[in-house]
């Protein structure tokens, strides 16, 4: 199945809880939490608090996204009822299969993400134990960026690997995700799909992610049909 997983990082923060009923209300599958720390992306996001001050008041699982290092040191504190997927990025990780499985024991799925320049063969042994890729198709640290195109093959490579090794792993691609190339990026192979500015950068939220949920759905050819 495909899911929406829509990024917090681009809402009003001032009218977060209301921003978050949007998306729920409208259908989204995940909600993704940029968590950043000034030092292994150059922004300071969300941290453990607000997770917690949300969690009771929402049902949407959480799709947690760890931009920091020493992501061990806080795995823990994400880890709530409602959190599904903890992703660590493998530039963050010098023991990668250990932080995998103190995800896993914690009872999440357990994701790595790799920047747009991080080639895919760091995953070459971790490949059996991990549940979720998240393939960064911008430089994290901030909401807005444009899709690097080189990113689609990247997809696809990651959606061969995966195939040629008859797992079963979630494709997640996070950064420039719009109306107009989620298709794209899902006739790559992607299964999760981020997106923030796309979602919470004017008022309708609720009718940006109704919209965005429809584009999910439709083939390729008939968005570029419809520009004609
Ligand atoms: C970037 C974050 C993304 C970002 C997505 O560092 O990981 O989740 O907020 O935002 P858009 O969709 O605006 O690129
Ligand atoms: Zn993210």
Same mark, same amino acid.
């Given at each position: 199945?495909?899911?929406?997983?829509?990024?917090?990082?681009?809402?009003?923060?001032?009218?977060?809880?209301?921003?978050?009923?949007?998306?729920?209300?409208?259908?989204?599958?995940?909600?993704?939490?940029?968590?950043?720390?000034?030092?292994?992306?150059?922004?300071?996001?969300?941290?453990?608090?607000?997770?917690?001050?949300?969690?009771?008041?929402?049902?949407?699982?959480?799709? /947690?996204?760890? *931009?920091?290092? %020493? #992501?061990?040191?806080?795995?823990?504190? $994400?880890?709530? !009822?409602?959190?599904?997927? =903890?992703?660590?990025?493998?530039?963050?990780?010098?023991?990668?299969?250990?932080?995998?499985?103190?995800?896993?024991?914690?009872?999440?799925?357990?994701?790595?993400?790799?920047?747009?320049?991080?080639?895919?063969?760091?995953?070459?042994?971790?490949?059996?134990?991990?549940?979720? /890729?998240?393939? *960064?198709?911008? %430089? #994290?640290?901030?909401?807005?960026?444009? $899709?690097?195109? !080189?990113?689609?093959?990247? =997809?696809?490579?990651?959606?061969?690997?995966?195939?040629?090794?008859?797992?079963?792993?979630?494709?997640?691609?996070?950064?420039?995700?719009?109306?107009?190339?989620?298709?794209?990026?899902?006739?790559?192979?992607?299964?999760?799909?981020?997106?923030?500015?796309?979602?919470?950068?004017?008022?309708?939220?609720?009718? %940006?992610?109704?919209?965005?949920?429809?584009?999910?759905?439709?083939?390729?050819?008939?968005?570029?049909?419809?520009?004609?």
């Amino acid at each position: 199945m495909i899911q929406l997983s829509p990024s917090i990082l681009s809402a009003d923060f001032s009218n977060l809880l209301e921003e978050i009923r949007e998306v729920e209300r409208a259908g989204a599958h995940l909600l993704h939490i940029d968590v950043m720390d000034g030092h292994f992306v150059p922004n300071i996001s969300i941290g453990p608090l607000i997770l917690e001050s949300l969690r009771n008041k929402l049902t949407i699982p959480l799709d /947690v996204h760890l *931009m920091i290092e %020493n #992501p061990d040191q806080y795995i823990e504190k $994400f880890s709530t !009822d409602n959190t599904k997927i =903890i992703t660590v990025h493998s530039e963050a990780c010098l023991h990668l299969n250990r932080t995998i499985q103190a995800i896993k024991m914690l009872g999440h799925k357990a994701g790595i993400s790799l920047n747009p320049a991080t080639p895919i063969h760091t995953l070459d042994y971790v490949w059996n134990d991990i549940d979720v /890729v998240l393939i *960064m198709s911008v %430089n #994290p640290g901030f909401g807005g960026q444009s $899709f690097i195109k !080189d990113m689609l093959g990247k =997809i696809s490579d990651v959606k061969n690997e995966i195939d040629a090794r008859g797992l079963n792993i979630d494709i997640e691609v996070d950064g420039g995700i719009k109306l107009d190339n989620v298709r794209e990026v899902i006739e790559a192979g992607a299964n999760v799909i981020v997106a923030g500015s796309a979602l919470f950068g004017s008022e309708d939220v609720y009718g %940006n992610t109704i919209r965005f949920l429809e584009a999910m759905k439709k083939p390729l050819r008939q968005i570029k049909d419809n520009k004609r």
